[in-house]
């Protein structure tokens, strides 16, 4: 019975010495920093464009490309320094082959023959994959373009522009008529209105620009199936005042527009030039000219003439006859109209000035003003009119430069279409139009396509930098020209899942879809590379076993440690694209502030991780075969890399 119980607690001995299992582990973490190495580094190249980013699009893409970075840095310094420990804490006792994972059996099941099929059928494989490339060229080609996905900041900032010389009292019922109408819409909860400027210097509003802020009632209680663009359509038609322009856009994107251009629509053309009365024309003819273009929405001019001034001119030889000069009438003027300080007064640590005028109904007309009187020591009090001429002028309502020179401005939202394709067609109208702009006057568009043509430039020029970077970083990692096109190759083919994606889903391409894709190459390189070190595995099992020589080595041999290689550690593989996936997927679904730029950086990744591991799975394989056929052939050896991940 003694025997009985010792044999059952008997503890069995160890399949693995405790030194080699450490000796293992050391040298399986020595194979991995290197592949991690330059996995990093690639990533962290594949963003270097968004560093690169200035201006508006910058400080909205800097903190992801930081935040990447980061986490790919402290990655790769955990996976060299931390990981070995855990590893050798938990991976204890006996372990078995990959084979005998059940998902591995059935991923081989699958994946083997349709791998067989691919490297029998190579020039049809490789047609079909160039054909679906060459398609995204049309689909990329027709998508509209535009600068940042807009934002929806769940509110609506309704800006109607009315004739410079509209009175205060004329401006007050505008805008409370304007805001009774739009509370009148189920769906608006709350409405603040201001006309003119705010209690700061840097809002120089004049008092025919009317500013409202509309607050939306959460989504759950507006009516079934409307959207924000419906209420802004149905408050539009609502609010058709003769004589105000309407304007609609949000408070924030609002306050960046004109704090960064000047313009606060989505669009403006500048016209510059020496004289306000010139500018006021051709500004008139270049609104003409886009009136109808399908997109343009608000289309207004800037007003640069048509303000009101209240003249007094001095008749200075009625002075005389009344003894009187000119600084008695400017007196008069000026405490009359103006307000003339009296005195001071205290308030704790604050000191006011006292300032007496006319009241409003002595100074509210023309004719008011024309009576008030003025002291004369020879004649008593005689009316203004007796001394000056009392009328009103038209002038400029605000005078408006840039780089020292006079401008006007023609503005325009876009509405129901991309930016960009509304601006080209708006620029081949202008061109068409004949006589528009006069000798020493030139045009300037503006706002947020300002913004598009910046970010533009700027992927533009970096782009073939960082492919260049990153091939250079394969090629430090394969030592070899040739496995570092394999693993480039597939960023091409990425881009056609990402294509496709967004076409179908209907969005623009914007400088959020530029990152998005951006961020695709980095994993798409990264998961070719894990194909290309397990191939040239599969190569080095082959010479190890016939030897490296042509006389050795059969075709039907190269195929079938190709198929090996590419089926080899198939999981990990899947489990990289899978991770990509369930992490990105739960965005398209995700509602709320934010969503609008989120998406547009998630399509293009979804679709192209999809593409770009087909390709890696499929057609890495077979152009690594080929290639190594073509070494065989001429070599009569096979180039082997000593590569490891």
Same mark, same amino acid.
């Given at each position: 019975?003694?025997?009985?119980?010792?044999?059952?607690?008997?503890?069995?001995?160890?399949?693995?010495?405790?030194?080699?299992?450490?000796?293992?582990?050391?040298?399986?973490?020595?194979?991995?920093?290197?592949?991690?190495?330059?996995?990093?580094?690639?990533?962290?190249?594949?963003?270097?464009?968004?560093? &690169?980013?200035?201006?508006?699009?910058?400080?909205?893409?800097?903190?992801?490309?930081?935040?990447?970075?980061?986490?790919?840095?402290?990655?790769?310094?955990?996976?060299?320094?931390? =990981?070995?420990?855990?590893?050798?804490?938990?991976? /204890?006792?006996?372990?078995?082959?990959?084979?005998?994972?059940?998902?591995?059996?059935?991923?081989?099941?699958?994946?083997?023959?349709? $791998?067989?099929?691919?490297?029998?059928?190579? /020039?049809?494989?490789?047609?079909?994959?160039?054909?679906?490339?060459?398609?995204?060229?049309?689909?990329?080609?027709?998508?509209?373009?535009?600068?940042?996905?807009?934002?929806?900041?769940?509110?609506? %900032?309704?800006?109607?522009?009315?004739?410079?010389?509209?009175?205060?009292?004329?401006?007050?019922?505008?805008?409370?008529?304007?805001?009774?109408?739009?509370? #009148?819409?189920?769906?608006?909860? /709350?409405?603040?209105?201001?006309?003119?400027?705010? @209690?700061?210097?840097?809002?120089?509003?004049?008092? #025919? &620009?009317?500013?409202?802020?509309?607050?939306?009632?959460?989504?759950?209680?507006?009516?079934?199936?409307?959207?924000?663009?419906?209420?802004?359509n149905e408050l539009d038609s609502k609010l058709q005042i003769p004589g105000v322009v309407?304007?609609?856009?949000?408070? $924030?994107?609002?306050?960046? @527009?004109?704090?960064?251009?000047?313009?606060?629509?989505?669009?403006?053309?500048?016209?510059?030039?020496?004289? %306000?009365?010139?500018?006021?024309?051709?500004?008139?003819?270049?609104?003409?000219?886009?009136?109808?273009?399908?997109?343009?929405?608000?289309?207004?001019?800037?007003?640069?003439?048509?303000?009101?001034?209240?003249?007094?001119?001095?008749?200075?030889?009625?002075?005389?006859?009344?003894?009187?000069?000119?600084?008695?009438?400017?007196?008069? +003027?000026?405490?009359?109209?103006?307000?003339?300080t009296i005195g001071n007064t205290i308030e704790g640590r604050q000191r006011f000035s006292?300032?007496?005028?006319?009241?409003?109904?002595?100074?509210?007309?023309? =004719?008011?003003?024309?009576?008030?009187?003025?002291? #004369?020591?020879?004649?008593?009090?005689?009316?203004? #009119?007796?001394? =000056?001429?009392?009328?009103?002028?038209?002038?400029?309502?605000?005078?408006?430069?840039?780089?020292?020179?006079?401008?006007?401005?023609? &503005?325009?939202?876009?509405?129901?279409?991309?930016?960009?394709?509304?601006?080209?067609?708006?620029?081949?109208?202008?061109?068409?139009?004949?006589?528009v702009l006069p000798e020493g006057y030139f045009l300037e568009w503006s706002g947020q396509?300002?913004?598009?043509?910046?970010?533009?430039?700027?992927?533009?020029?970096? =782009?073939?930098?960082?492919?260049?970077?990153?091939?250079?970083?394969?090629?430090?990692?394969?030592?070899?020209?040739?496995?570092?096109?394999?693993?480039?190759?597939? +960023?091409?083919?990425?881009?056609?899942?990402?294509?496709?994606?967004?076409?179908?889903?209907?969005?623009?391409?914007?400088?959020?879809?530029?990152?998005?894709?951006?961020?695709?190459?980095?994993?798409?390189?990264?998961?070719?590379? +894990?194909?290309?070190?397990?191939?040239?595995?599969?190569?080095?099992?082959?010479?190890?076993?016939?030897?490296?020589?042509?006389?050795?080595?059969?075709?039907?041999?190269?195929?079938?440690?190709?198929?090996?290689?590419?089926?080899?550690? %198939?999981?990990?593989?899947?489990?990289?694209?899978?991770?990509?996936?369930?992490?990105?997927?739960?965005?398209?679904?995700?509602?709320?502030?934010?969503?609008?730029?989120?998406?547009?950086?998630?399509?293009?990744?979804?679709?192209?991780?999809?593409?770009?591991?087909?390709?890696?799975?499929?057609?890495?394989?077979?152009?690594?075969?080929?290639? /190594?056929?073509?070494?065989?052939?001429?070599?009569?050896?096979?180039?082997?890399?000593?590569?490891?991940?």
């Amino acid at each position: 019975m003694k025997d009985w119980f010792k044999n059952i607690f008997k503890k069995s001995p160890d399949w693995i010495t405790e030194e080699d299992r450490l000796a293992v582990i050391t040298r399986s973490s020595k194979q991995v920093s290197r592949g991690v190495f330059f996995a990093t580094v690639i990533i962290i190249t594949s963003f270097l464009p968004v560093f &690169m980013l200035t201006g508006q699009e910058g400080k909205l893409f800097h903190p992801l490309a930081f935040t990447k970075t980061f986490i790919m840095m402290v990655d790769a310094l955990l996976v060299i320094t931390l =990981a070995p420990v855990l590893i050798s804490f938990f991976m /204890k006792g006996k372990f078995k082959p990959d084979s005998a994972n059940p998902v591995n059996r059935v991923l081989e099941k699958v994946y083997e023959p349709v $791998i067989r099929t691919v490297l029998k059928w190579r /020039k049809t494989t490789i047609a079909i994959n160039v054909i679906a490339l060459l398609i995204t060229i049309p689909l990329l080609k027709n998508l509209g373009t535009e600068f940042i996905p807009p934002l929806d900041e769940q509110s609506i %900032l309704f800006m109607p522009v009315t004739l410079p010389d509209v009175s205060n009292a004329e401006a007050k019922r505008i805008l409370q008529v304007q805001d009774k109408i739009i509370k #009148s819409v189920p769906e608006v909860d /709350k409405v603040l209105g201001k006309a003119g400027r705010a @209690n700061t210097a840097t809002d120089n509003s004049p008092i #025919s &620009m009317i500013e409202t802020i509309i607050t939306l009632k959460p989504k759950s209680e507006w009516r079934k199936g409307i959207t924000k663009k419906d209420i802004v359509n149905e408050l539009d038609s609502k609010l058709q005042i003769p004589g105000v322009v309407n304007g609609w856009t949000q408070p $924030i994107i609002n306050r960046i @527009n004109m704090l960064a251009t000047g313009i606060r629509t989505d669009v403006g053309i500048k016209v510059f030039g020496q004289n %306000l009365d010139t500018i006021a024309s051709v500004s008139e003819k270049v609104k003409a000219a886009l009136q109808g273009t399908p997109g343009i929405s608000d289309l207004f001019v800037e007003p640069i003439t048509g303000g009101k001034y209240l003249s007094i001119d001095i008749k200075r030889e009625e002075l005389a006859r009344y003894g009187l000069n000119v600084d008695d009438v400017n007196q008069v +003027v000026e405490s009359a109209l103006g307000g003339a300080t009296i005195g001071n007064t205290i308030e704790g640590r604050q000191r006011f000035s006292i300032s007496v005028r006319l009241a409003q109904e002595y100074r509210n007309s023309v =004719a008011q003003i024309k009576r008030i009187p003025v002291q #004369s020591s020879s004649f008593g009090e005689v009316p203004l #009119s007796a001394v =000056a001429d009392v009328k009103f002028e038209d002038g400029p309502p605000m005078i408006s430069s840039d780089n020292a020179i006079l401008r006007g401005a023609v &503005m325009f939202n876009v509405r129901d279409r991309d930016l960009g394709g509304t601006v080209k067609e708006a620029m081949e109208k202008l061109n068409k139009e004949q006589g528009v702009l006069p000798e020493g006057y030139f045009l300037e568009w503006s706002g947020q396509y300002e913004n598009l043509i910046r970010g533009k430039e700027t992927l533009m020029w970096i =782009a073939p930098v960082v492919l260049l970077i990153i091939f250079f970083s394969l090629y430090l990692a394969f030592h070899s020209v040739r496995e570092a096109f394999l693993s480039l190759i597939t +960023v091409p083919f990425a881009l056609i899942g990402g294509a496709y994606m967004i076409y179908f889903w209907g969005v623009n391409l914007s400088v959020g879809v530029a990152v998005g894709f951006i961020a695709l190459f980095g994993i798409a390189v990264e998961t070719g590379i +894990v194909m290309v070190i397990y191939l040239n595995d599969g190569m080095q099992q082959l010479i190890k076993l016939k030897g490296n020589s042509s006389e050795t080595i059969t075709k039907e041999d190269l195929r079938e440690y190709v198929i090996h290689g590419a089926a080899k550690r %198939l999981r990990p593989k899947l489990m990289t694209v899978c991770v990509s996936l369930f992490g990105l997927i739960p965005v398209l679904w995700a509602s709320g502030v934010g969503v609008d730029v989120m998406q547009p950086i998630v399509l293009p990744m979804i679709g192209g991780v999809l593409t770009s591991s087909t390709h890696i799975l499929l057609v890495t394989p077979l152009i690594f075969l080929m290639s /190594k056929e073509y070494e065989l052939r001429k070599y009569g050896k096979l180039e082997v890399h000593d590569v490891h991940h």
